[in-house]
């Protein structure tokens, strides 16, 4: 019946008269498969995910979460809310947006951490908003992010980097229940730095940003998938999820979407909902 549809629809539209519709119908269809809803945190499905999913996982007294690019603290403030008993580490490279980060959670237990994470402990330069005084929500290692995509002048600034592994050393982390990574086209390489960390399987659930500043970092659907094999993916929707299959077609897609990925020792259904019992992570 697919079939039938797609060739009528191609005998009928494939033409220039039909270029508006076969547009809008296509913008549509990118909304509808979550993608481009970033407006607000019911849009992109994080609320819902946060609050209706993320509990089905967290089986532990007191779960830990990271938020690696934290910004001002919108999405570790929706962390916090549904899960207050969860140990949180928030990482945010920017000096200036860390000053709002920590004042943010001067009150709380939230462990802010003036770092980025990366593939290796290193000094790098930081590209931010000049016009917005070098603190914004689009600061990027990468330049062409905020000139080519943005169209904006930049604000050069140091920040330092380190390695989720030595972090997770450092620090005594048995276990992470949830890790957020919005870096702003330098996802993968946040993973990179996660090898031993990934390899131990000490990570349960992983969510990650997937847009356009993947162009500018040269980064595919496929490297994120790739390097985490061992977990299923899927795109947040206001209300629910979809889960991605390997399929160029329907996951090379830059733009604005959120991907929440789960280990499979969970046997994740189609909804999200873990089958296997969740008891059942290994011991560290």
């Known amino acids: 019946m697919k079939k039938i549809i797609k060739k009528a629809w191609r005998a009928l539209a494939a033409r220039p008269s039909f270029s508006k519709i076969n547009e809008l119908m296509f913008d549509c269809s990118l909304h509808g498969l979550g993608i481009l809803n970033y407006q607000t945190a019911e849009l992109s499905g994080e609320r819902h995910f946060v609050e209706k999913l993320l509990p089905l996982y967290t089986n532990q007294a007191s779960p830990l979460f990271l ?140 969510q990650a940003e997937f847009n356009e500043m993947n162009i500018i970092s040269r980064v595919f659907f496929r490297d994120l998938a790739k390097t985490l094999s061992n977990y299923i993916p899927y795109r947040l929707l206001p209300n629910g999820v979809i889960r ?18 789960v280990h499979r020792r969970f046997k994740p259904n189609k909804a999200m909902k873990p089958t296997a019992n969740r008891g059942s992570s290994p011991s560290c």
Do not use: W
């Open 67 to 206: 938020d690696v690019g934290a910004n001002t603290g919108g999405y570790t403030h929706l962390l916090k809310k549904f899960h207050p008993s969860a140990s949180l580490f928030a990482f945010e490279p920017n000096p200036k947006t860390c000053k709002v980060l920590k004042h943010e959670f001067a009150n709380s237990d939230v462990v802010v951490v003036n770092k980025g994470l990366g593939s290796e402990e290193s000094l790098l330069k930081f590209y931010d908003r000049s016009d917005h005084g070098g603190s914004s929500e689009h600061g990027s290692l990468y330049r062409a992010v905020l000139e080519d995509i943005y169209g904006v002048d930049v604000e050069e600034i140091d920040v330092e980097i380190t390695t989720l592994d030595k972090y997770v050393k450092d620090n005594a982390i048995q276990r992470i229940t949830f890790m957020k990574v919005d870096t702003e086209g330098h996802e993968l390489e946040v993973l990179r730095g996660a090898y031993n960390t990934l390899l131990d399987d000490r990570i349960d659930l992983i």
């Open 244 to 261: 991605l299959k390997e399929s160029p077609l329907r996951t090379e897609l830059f733009a604005f979407q959120n991907i929440v990925f």
